[in-house]
Every structure is written in C-alpha cells, then in structure tokens.
C-alpha cells in the first residue's frame, strides 16, 4: 500500500490462477503450491463442486465482518454446516481496506472452514475504500478499466448485478460511478428481457438504500438511494441486499420515490430491501419502525445473539430468504423468512 492505514507493512505478491471449462455440478480436488525443484511446498488437498446447470440451490448470504474474525469464522461454519452452494458477501470485510494483515487474519479464520470449497462473491464496502488490498485478495469477474467493481452472474434462477458503491456514494460524477450506473442499467435491461429463463433480479452493495440504523440519514446513504432506486424501480429488480446498518432489517416490497416509499400488496410490483450486516461487526441501535418495514432484529446485549446471517434458496420459480441470529453455542434461531414467486 502507499496511502492509508497498513502503509509501513511490507508489499506481498499476490497470485491470481484462472480455472476455466469446468462442468457444472461436478466436484473438483486441487492443490496450491510451488518453488524451485526439490524445494517447492504445497498447500494440503482441497475440494470444490461448482454450481449445478438446474435445479434447486441455497447461497448464504452474510455481510460487515469488520471487526471480530471470531464471528466471522462462526459465520463460516454455519455455511458449511448448512452445504451452501456459494457465498454472497455485502462488504465491510476489515476494519481498514489497506492492510494486508488484516485480510490475511480474517481468511485465515475461514481457511480450515469455507475457505477454498466455497466460492464467495464480495463487493467491497466503505471500509474496503475501493483499496488494492480487496481487490487483490479476492478473485472478481469483469473487465475493463474498472474491472472487478462491478459484475453480474447468473445463480441458478436469479441474476445477481453486484457492485462496489463508493465511487457512487460519494462521487457520482466520477467515470467510475458513470460507468457503474450505466452498466447497472444496460445490464438488468438485458436480464429483464431474459427473465423467463431467469426469472429472479438480485442487486448486492454495501450501503443501504432503505436501512433504519445509525446511517440512514448520512449523505452518503441518501445519495446511494437517489441514484439507485429508479433503476430498481424501473427493471423491477426483486430484492435487494445490503450491509452497512450493524444489524438486520427488512422492508415490505416497495417503490419509490425514495424520499417517500410506496408500499406495494403484490410482491412482484415491489423491490424488498434487506439488511444483513453481522459476521462479526459491533451491533448499533435502531432507528426505530418506519411505515415500510417488515422486520428489524438487533444482536446487542439484550438479544442472545452475536451476529446475524441469511440464507437464499432458489428454484425455477420461487426465492426463499431465511435470517438466523447467530449464536456462539447451541443452535441458532430463525429470525425471519419470506418468499418470492414468479
């Protein structure tokens, strides 16, 4: 790094391996390694199965690990234990995006749990600051000069546009948020015009549009919601999943204008907006209820919890969430669950 905190930590060398033309649903057993002949040093065997070409699938979706690699490492086991086919990950990975040290504890806690069997998608959050440090740990698709801050994929029944927000929060006239937007735009046009194969839209970025914490207020979040709400609106995007607000929220399915959300009775009219915003970040406080919400769980003292995370299983034509409040023994609690038809 040469800005930020982490700067008089020595530079480290990342590689980068593409593994390309692999079947669907098939399992896979590798190993990493290398050095001179005689020499070289190899990682222990590892396994992976990618994801299948149909059928029903669940992801695990968690967010905000930034500040205990303990919770985070509880987060993990319970995506293993639940056999999720993939991750989501709604940003705020360290405290400090540039430090390398920081990454290195954090996956380290994964390593011997999730880490190298399941693939998992991050955008990076505020804290990542759009560092080098993110996007040299994590392997992201796309291409051009912002490659990797913004994408989409298809998972099964749902196309997922996924993006780093921080050029649009707090610099939208910058090329990078121009471009952002633009893609956003161009490309769930192209996923609404494929929605009888795919039928589900997903959106995943950190800040959140429609949360009713600490941040709700702060200019940042409302310029993310002014920007991005008319195109949620307008692609009638499904559900969107965001990080940020240390807590759990979700609202009814609804639309704008952002400054004042409608709520829609038919689900498929609407866009749900969900926060799930605790792998192992500091709890904070509710806002208290507004007319949209529909559900609001904290993981503070007075709740017997240490941190919340989600799951999302798809099929051809149904999406059902289910938030856990995490425990750090005994089994964790359902805390809520919806599904969306189309």
Avoid at 57 to 74: E, P
Avoid at 264 to 288: L, M, N, P, R
Wanted: some cysteine; aromatic content about 10%.
């Amino acid at each position: 790094p040469t800005v930020g905190i982490g700067t008089t930590e020595p530079p480290v060398y990342m590689h980068e391996v593409d593994v390309c033309g692999l079947t669907p649903g098939t399992t896979y057993d590798y190993q990493v390694g290398g050095g001179a002949q005689g020499a070289d040093v190899w990682s222990t065997s590892q396994s992976f199965t990618t994801l299948p070409a149909s059928g029903k699938l669940t992801i695990g979706v968690s967010g905000d690990s930034r500040d205990d690699a303990s919770v985070f490492q509880l987060v993990q086991q319970r995506m293993h234990d639940q056999a999720v086919a993939m991750q989501l990950f709604s940003g705020d990975f360290v405290l400090w995006g540039s430090q390398e040290s920081l990454y290195q504890s954090w996956l380290d806690k994964a390593s011997t749990v999730t880490l190298g069997q399941e693939m998992i998608l991050p955008v990076a959050g505020n804290h990542e600051n759009s560092s080098s440090q993110f996007y040299g740990n994590f392997a992201l698709p796309g291409d051009g000069p912002f490659a990797e801050a913004f994408f989409s994929v298809d998972i099964g029944s749902a196309h997922v546009v996924m993006f780093d927000d921080q050029a649009i929060a707090t610099q939208p006239s910058v090329d990078e948020a121009v471009a952002a937007l633009k893609f956003i735009d161009d490309d769930l046009t192209k996923a609404e015009a494929n929605r009888a194969s795919v039928p589900f839209l997903v959106a995943v970025h950190h800040r959140a549009e429609f949360g009713n914490d600490v941040h709700a207020k702060d200019a940042d979040e409302a310029q993310t919601r002014t920007l991005l709400n008319p195109i949620w609106d307008k692609h009638h995007v499904d559900l969107v999943i965001n990080g940020h607000e240390h807590n759990y929220e979700r609202t009814q399915p609804i639309t704008g204008p952002a400054s004042a959300p409608v709520v829609q009775t038919d689900a498929t009219k609407g866009t749900t907006y969900v926060v799930c915003a605790g792998a192992g970040a500091q709890s904070e406080s509710s806002g208290g209820a507004t007319p949209y919400d529909a559900k609001q769980v904290s993981f503070d003292g007075a709740t017997p919890y240490v941190g919340v995370y989600a799951t999302l299983a798809l099929d051809a034509h149904t999406l059902t969430w289910t938030a856990y409040g995490l425990k750090a023994s005994g089994t964790d609690d359902s805390v809520d669950t919806f599904t969306l038809t189309r």
